[in-house]
Each structure stands twice: as structure tokens, then as C-alpha cells.
T-cell receptor
Framework: NAGVTQTPKFRVLKTGQSMTLLCAQD?????MYWYRQDPGMGLRLIHY???????AKGEVPDGYNVSRLKKQNFLLGLESAAPSQTSVYFC??????????FGPGTRLTVT | TQLLEQSPQFLSIQEGENLTVYCNSS?????LQWYRQEPGEGPVLLVT?????EVKKLKRLTFQFGDARKDSSLHITAAQPGDTGLYLC???????????FGKGTHLIIQP
């Protein structure tokens, strides 16, 4: 099992550009999550999904959109990137009642 | 907004010393998790505590959940350089909601 994988590992965007981050898990987990981690801020929840075709907002959803078209994939989109979205993005997944497993992260820089 | 306060933020000690890291909140959580994160990687789960007053041991690491399920501590005995890393506590409310993370404790164990 690869667990939770994230693509890409690194990306540099210019302000106003768009991109999509891909999270994939091969553990047949129902729930998936996107977090961002900033220096001195810990991890904060952006969006999450409780199953295929469903999404919900977390603590810091503004400027992001998500989609869960397949159970194993959770996409995070930035329509118009801003420097404030420079961060490390982590995806996680879990089964109901169990712990979350995290991916290795995507480091995004917006200039 | 629920908050988890971790202390200390930074800790640098010599190999062989003991240390305790604290995680405090004004909110009650259904469970509390401790993660360890190394540079460039995602958080890795160390332990989950669920019951008020619960104590769990993982080799030289001892985790305690407060009686009121609002706080937790991590005690490391005879710290080793391999214990160096960022230690994060995270609270769960149950269900599909994501985790609420503390800001973390940066631990450095010097040989």
C-alpha cells in the first residue's frame, strides 16, 4: 500500500494563476481532509469530505475549492492564487472512528 | 473556535534528560492525538487517548489525558537525539470533523 500520496511535491505560482493539488489514498478510506500548515500556526482544516460526491468547509475555506469525484481521490483547487496561500498543504484520510493518516505534503509558493 | 495551547513552543535539552510537553484547552474533546513530524514530511501518529485519566506508554514516551478530557501531556524519559522533531497534539470531536491542532513543540535533543 502506498497510503496517502500527494501530487505535486513542490510548486511555484504567480499571483492570479490557478492550480489543482491531487490527493490519492489506496486504503479505501471514507473520509478525506485538506489542511494547511504555516509557521507558528499549526495545521488548519481547509475542507473535508465524508464520501464520494460530498464536501464540507473547514476552518479556513476561503479561496479554495474541492471535489471528490472518486472515493480514492480528493482534489484541492486554487482558482486565483494569492501570496497568502503560500503554505504547506497536507491531505489526510481515515475510516470512521479511526485515526487520520497524512500524506507527505505539497509545498506551494505564490509570488 | 476551539484552541489547543501547547507549551513549551521550543525545547532544547541534552541527551539523557527527561522532559514534559503540555497540551491544554478550554474545550472537551472526545479524543486527543499526539503526532510527531519531521522536516519535509507529514505528521505521523504516536498515540490516541480517549478516556479521561488515561495513561499510555510507548517505550520511553508516556502520554496522559486529563480527567476532564481538556488537556494532555507527553513525557519523554532519557531523551535521545532520535526524539528530535515537531510534536503536535490534536483534538477530535468525533464523527467526520477534522482535527484541531496545537501549534506544536519543537524539540531538539543534543548529543
Amino acid at each position: 500500500n502506498a497510503g496517502v500520496t500527494q501530487t505535486p511535491k513542490f510548486r511555484v505560482l504567480k499571483t492570479g494563476q490557478s492550480m489543482t493539488l491531487l490527493c490519492a489514498q489506496d486504503m479505501n478510506h471514507e473520509y478525506m481532509y485538506w489542511y494547511r500548515q504555516d509557521p507558528g500556526m499549526g495545521l488548519r482544516l481547509i475542507h473535508y469530505s465524508v464520501g464520494e460526491g460530498t464536501t464540507a468547509k473547514g476552518e479556513v475555506p476561503d479561496g479554495y475549492n474541492v471535489s471528490r469525484l472518486k472515493k480514492q481521490n480528493f482534489l484541492l483547487g486554487l482558482e486565483s492564487a494569492a501570496p497568502s496561500q503560500t503554505s504547506v498543504y497536507f491531505c489526510a484520510s481515515k475510516l470512521p472512528g479511526w485515526e487520520q493518516y497524512f500524506g507527505p505534503g505539497t509545498r506551494l509558493t505564490v509570488t | 473556535t476551539q484552541l489547543l495551547e501547547q507549551s513549551p513552543q521550543f525545547l532544547s535539552i541534552q541527551e539523557g534528560e527527561n522532559l514534559t510537553v503540555y497540551c491544554n484547552s478550554s474545550s472537551v474533546f472526545s479524543s486527543l492525538q499526539w503526532y510527531r513530524q519531521e522536516p519535509g514530511e507529514g505528521p505521523v501518529l504516536l498515540v490516541t487517548v480517549v478516556t479521561g485519566g488515561e495513561v499510555k506508554k510507548l517505550k520511553r514516551l508516556t502520554f496522559q489525558f486529563g480527567d476532564a478530557r481538556k488537556d494532555s501531556s507527553l513525557h519523554i524519559t532519557a531523551a535521545q537525539p532520535g526524539d528530535t522533531g515537531l510534536y503536535l497534539c490534536a483534538g477530535a470531536q468525533g464523527g467526520a470533523d477534522g482535527l484541531t491542532f496545537g501549534k506544536g513543540t519543537h524539540l531538539i535533543i543534543q548529543p
